[in-house]
Structure formats: C-alpha cells, structure tokens
C-alpha cells in the first residue's frame, strides 16, 4: 500500500467534505438568524414552523454526521504519520487493502 497515495485520498476527502460541511454551516446560518421572529410568520398555519424545525433538524443531524466524518479522516492523517496506519485498533493484524481502498478512514478490519 503506498501511504503517499492514500494520504492524498486522504487529504482530498477530507477537502470534500470539509466544503459539504462549511456549505451546511453557512445554510445554517441563515436559517438561524430567520428565528421565525418576523410578522410575516404569524399568518402561516403552525405546520409550517414544524416543517422548517424538522428540516433544521435534519440539516443538524447532516452536519454532525460531516463533523464525525472529519473527525476520522484526521485521524486517518495521524496514524499514516504515526505509522500506526493500516493495523487494527483491536488485533494489530493488517486491515484487508480493499477494506482501507474503500473506507480509507478505516480503524478495523470486518469480520466475515
């Protein structure tokens, strides 16, 4: 396995979704500072205001998601500087290179 490579898998994925992260915070950001304070809301029926809760529910629960994800993938960064990468967190056996080639963020192997 070349760690040059997958660092720079890596590294892009962590670019991609860091962006789809920053995306969602500006989102947020908007739909915060509309707080349903406006007179404008009043008139609409309470189902609505439910809707955009749920929808920012959503967006959050995405954004979390996004944040875990990043979360891994620097990890992954760490333990290809440690050396530690590509080795099981719990038996120190070599994870399957098909395994890491599609979760590159991969702390253990599966169990089959």
Request: glycine content about 6%.
């Given at each position: 396995?070349?760690?040059?490579?997958?660092?720079?898998?890596?590294?892009?994925e962590r670019e991609r979704v860091a962006a789809l992260a920053e995306d969602f915070r500006a989102e947020f950001g908007q739909t915060e500072t509309?707080?349903?304070?406006?007179?404008?809301?009043?008139?609409?029926?309470?189902?609505?205001?439910?809707?955009?809760?749920?929808?920012?529910?959503?967006?959050?629960?995405?954004?979390?998601?996004?944040?875990?994800?990043?979360?891994?993938?620097?990890?992954?960064?760490?333990?290809?500087?440690?050396?530690?990468?590509?080795?099981?967190?719990?038996?120190?056996?070599?994870?399957?290179?098909?395994?890491?080639?599609?979760?590159?963020?991969?702390?253990?192997?599966?169990?089959?």
């Amino acid at each position: 396995m070349d760690l040059n490579e997958q660092r720079a898998r890596i590294e892009a994925e962590r670019e991609r979704v860091a962006a789809l992260a920053e995306d969602f915070r500006a989102e947020f950001g908007q739909t915060e500072t509309d707080d349903g304070a406006e007179l404008s809301d009043y008139d609409q029926h309470p189902a609505d205001s439910a809707s955009d809760t749920a929808e920012r529910e959503k967006d959050l629960g995405i954004l979390e998601q996004l944040e875990r994800e990043l979360l891994e993938l620097q990890a992954a960064l760490e333990r290809i500087d440690n050396g530690t990468y590509g080795v099981d967190e719990n038996t120190g056996k070599p994870i399957d290179p098909a395994r890491l080639e599609a979760l590159p963020a991969a702390r253990t192997n599966i169990e089959r």
